[in-house]
């Protein structure tokens, strides 16, 4: 049954002379070295180019947060949990950003239990997560120990029973902080389960690897990591930001989508009576009352805010700039060559932001030859997506 | 008022394509570039007066280049030996706007002069220039103003959507200024970032319309009574035809739109389940067991 590869663990492998790292220069100054590793930190990234692979654009995700009482635990500050749910927070905007149509639901695990705090949901449902809205709900939660195959029956009625289009990809990612779960039923039997539904289960544990855990993920094709400190586990949730690629089950459809128009109208003008929003009638905080909004072109329900769902007539409804803002993850940018200051022949000027090129390397477009700064390269990769001087020399998109 | 050590830097790109503004000093002879050159100058100076931390830059976007005027990189390593010429402002100005106007002028004459224009590309690499100027404002708050002259180019919709999407990231908010013809992409540029879209009726009273409308900054127009928000078309135009569609029907893999359904699609040649009606299987009844 153990097909997994041989991997040395730390304990087994000897010591590295971590303290070989430090080098003094001549004066006997650390300050080379210190800059040295502030540099690579900036440039630290997960560089995972798929290439040429099918992605999974329109992704449904479900967050499985353990709250069992290891979660008390100082090893992040303040405590475990408080730090998860900000770093929650952060994760959901960024998810949002660069997947604008997916969506995303939350479920955590407390006294052996499993409870769906919100259901699947896009951007702009009314039960939007928050910080504040999550800390509340959380304040009062540890509790003895932690269940996670509670959460798996609970996850599975609510992924089969939403007749989930097979074009989306059906992801679960479990922070999971206990060494222990509480399991009714045969764990294994679960994972068969799971697999059969073609569940993608991914873990960040908190305290040490567990092997269950790392079946799991084996078995269904995600991806386990357990977090060294805070900032390894914001790269690991940013690692799970980007669309994974597709599994080769997963069909391709066309899906229908409306475009609705914004429709302003002002006071003034004597055709616009003020109506409801489909998208409030939940909310009773208010009356609701709009001029304007977004009217499905299928059954002219009203929304104030896109993407969503027509509540009437279940039509997706996006606009042009959402899906335009998944496109950089079909085209990919390459990385730049690093070359040192020196060999650098060329003005010693970063094309993008003018500033003059001060730091030990530079970067090279593979493309059009510019050269670039750090900072300039980090922009480039995480927010820009497309080289500022290959613009200028073509004039195709 | 922003505090005193809050440094807030205003980019301005000017379109400067050669070709609209050689047809437009043949149909309006007393609107020229060096008019509208005059007016951003103006413009320019105010906002340096404004505040003692305020930053300038101006990008001129040409047809084959976009080129800072203003920070220009070879003043900077001929500052010390200037220093004479910069302290004769004639008529006694500031001097950091008189050396400003000075460095704006020499640099669109070097421009305009050294570059010659091919017969295919005619149209403003808007998006690169706003591509640089993105980079340039990264430490610091920052806004970007665009006077556009010649009409959109659609072959830069993808590049103008990736610029727009990491402007709002960084909380960078895109002005636009058009001269002539109605530009939809400037239009979705301002709508995402919060900025302001404004088609000016009198190009002559170009310097008026700065000053008054995109001078103040992002905190102080909430005071202001400015030009109302325009209607944005945001429907998408289905790869087939070009036609702007309501419904349409998008690849789950590539993203493409299609206003009619077909079986393979175009951009990514993936062939698609169609989905047939759902067989219902008869139930079948469980015999009991034999007892």
């Known amino acids: 049954m153990d097909e997994e590869p041989e991997r040395t663990k730390r304990w087994e492998g000897g010591y590295e002379r971590t303290w070989e790292v430090l080098k003094e220069d001549e004066s006997g100054s650390l300050k080379a070295t210190v800059e040295d590793i502030l540099f690579k ?325 593979s493309v059009c030859s510019s050269a670039f700064c750090v900072e300039c390269d980090l922009f480039i990769h995480d927010t820009l997506h497309c080289c500022p001087s290959c613009i200028h020399s073509q004039s195709t998109s | 008022m922003a505090s005193e050590d809050e440094v807030s830097l205003l980019v301005v790109v000017v379109d400067v394509n050669p070709i609209w503004w050689g047809q437009q000093a043949q149909r309006e002879p007393e609107f020229t570039l060096s008019k509208c050159l005059d007016s951003v100058m103006v413009m320019g100076n105010s906002h340096l007066v404004m505040n003692r931390t305020n930053k300038l830059a101006i ?12 920070p220009s990189k070879h003043w900077k390593a001929g500052d010390a030996a200037g220093d004479d010429a910069v302290s004769s402002s004639r008529d006694g100005k500031y001097e950091v706007l008189a050396v400003t106007n000075d460095q704006i002028s020499e640099e669109v004459r070097n421009l305009m002069a050294r570059t010659e224009v091919k017969g295919h590309q005619t149209d403003t690499l808007l998006a690169g220039s706003l591509a640089k100027a993105l980079c340039s404002g990264q430490e610091m708050k920052s806004r970007i103003l665009v006077i556009k002259a010649a009409e959109d180019c659609a072959l830069q919709y993808m590049n103008f959507m990736n610029v727009i999407f990491a402007a709002q990231k960084n909380s960078i908010v895109i002005d636009a200024c058009v001269l002539a013809t109605d530009s939809g992409l400037l239009q979705q540029a301002c709508d995402i970032t919060g900025g302001l879209y404004l088609k000016i009726p009198q190009k002559s009273a170009l310097a008026q319309y700065l000053l008054w409308v995109f001078l103040p900054d992002a905190n102080q127009r909430s005071q202001l009574v400015l030009p109302p928000p325009v209607h944005v078309d945001y429907r998408a135009a289905c790869f087939c035809h070009r036609n702007l569609i309501e419904i349409g029907y998008v690849c789950s893999v590539c993203l493409s739109i299609f206003c009619n359904f077909s079986p393979i699609c175009t951009t990514c040649e993936t062939a698609f389940k169609i989905p047939l009606p759902q067989m219902v299987k008869p139930k079948k009844k469980k015999l009991k067991p034999a007892t």
Not at chain 1, 76 to 81: D, E, H, I
Not at chain 1, 102 to 108: C, F
Not at chain 1, 320 to 326: D, F, N, V
């Open chain 2, 59 to 70: 990008i001129a976007s040409h047809c084959q280049e976009s080129h800072f005027l203003y």
């Open chain 1, 41 to 365: 930190d900036k440039r630290k990234r997960v560089f995972e180019n798929y290439g040429q692979v099918r992605l999974g654009m329109m992704r449904h995700l479900f967050v499985v947060i353990d709250t069992s009482r290891t979660m008390e635990d100082q090893d992040l500050k303040p405590n475990r949990l408080t730090s998860t749910l900000k770093l929650m927070e952060y994760f959901v905007d960024e998810y949002f950003d660069q997947n604008p149509i997916s969506q995303i639901g939350i479920i955590i695990t407390k006294n052996k239990r499993a409870e769906k705090l919100t259901d699947l949901a896009g951007e702009f449902s009314p039960r939007r997560i928050t910080a504040v809205w999550l800390l509340k709900h959380f304040s009062d939660s540890f509790c003895a120990g932690s269940s996670i195959s509670h959460g798996w029956p609970r996850l599975k009625q609510s992924v089969s029973n939403r007749h989930m289009p097979g074009h989306t990809s059906r992801e679960v990612l479990v922070i999971f902080s206990s060494l222990t779960t509480c399991d009714p039923s045969n764990i294994y039997d679960l994972i068969k389960t799971l697999k059969g539904l073609k569940i993608r289960v991914s873990v960040i544990g908190l305290s040490a690897e567990v092997r269950v855990c790392t079946i799991l993920t084996r078995e269904t094709g995600g991806t386990y990591h357990v977090i060294l400190d805070e900032t390894h586990f914001r790269e690991l949730l940013t690692f799970h930001v980007k669309p994974p690629p597709a599994s080769s089950s997963s069909e391709c459809s066309l899906i229908r989508m409306g475009f609705p128009q914004h429709a302003i109208a002002s006071v003034s003008d004597q055709d616009s009576k003020p109506s409801f929003s489909m998208s409030h009638l939940d909310n009773s905080s208010g009356p609701g009352l709009t001029l304007g909004g977004y009217y499905c072109p299928q059954c002219r329900a009203k929304y104030t805010e896109l993407p969503v769902e027509c509540k009437v007539c279940g039509l997706t409804l996006v606009s042009a700039p959402h899906l335009a803002r998944s496109f950089h993850h079909l085209f990919p940018m390459d990385a730049f060559q690093e070359m040192p200051l020196e060999e650098f022949e060329g003005e010693r000027f970063c094309e993008a932001c003018q500033g003059e090129l001060k730091d030990k390397s530079v970067f090279i477009c």
